[in-house]
């Protein structure tokens, strides 16, 4: 007898039971499933948040450590300082034996090119180059926009023509292709420029000819750009 009274008594429950069940995975299905969809989704932007700050981070250290211009400065030392897109300088190089010497003790990382560029004209190092009557040249290539460029090298030719006679500076403003093709021969960039124009008319004109050229020839035969009082933009 108590047998079958459980018996009976287990077949009356299996539909509450099985109701139970039922609400209980519709349960699951529908809080637990949607919390764990709220989980993922909020794991995804997580996710997106930190690639988009990384973007953000990558971005901001490309910009100041990738060089979008150059400033070369050619006396007797050769040297060359890379500049970014926000007009700091992120490298300093010599470009020959006494560029390198030169460079070893000025430290302008970090600083405005212009301001670099007075540190270097007036450091010890180079004060012995500066005699009376030398010549020194300044090409800026690169600089983003033309006027952007251009606004980088009379910035740069105002610090130089406080310590220099305006006859004894050369200036250019260039392309990168420009400099690589100059430096491979050896010329600085308005010398280059003029040995180009020169072969036009004179096939034969080496750079070693252009070496003797006078820098009042060069200054013409360059062609370059022509910066009116660079000290007042």
Known sequence: MDKQIKEAFDTFQTPERLKRKTKAALRRRTFDYGRNILQRRRARMRLASAALCLALFLTGGSLWFFPSASISVDINPSIELKVNALDRVISLEGRNSDG??????????????????????????????LEEGSTITITVAGGGSDA???????????????????????????????????????????????????????????PEDVRQIPKETIRVLAQTIIIEDPCHE
């Open 100 to 129: 390198i010497a030169l460079v070893k003790d000025i430290d302008v990382t970090g600083m405005t090119y212009d301001d670099a560029m007075q540190r270097i004209l007036l450091s010890q190092g180079l004060e012995p180059y």
């Open 148 to 206: 952007h460029a251009e606004k980088m090298l009379s910035r740069v030719l105002c610090r130089a023509y406080n310590i220099a006679e305006e006859e004894n500076v050369l200036y250019c403003q260039v392309d990168w292709e420009t400099v690589k093709a100059a430096q491979a021969v050896q010329l600085c960039i308005p010398r280059y420029l003029a040995w180009q124009n020169l072969l036009q008319t004179d096939p034969t004109i080496t």
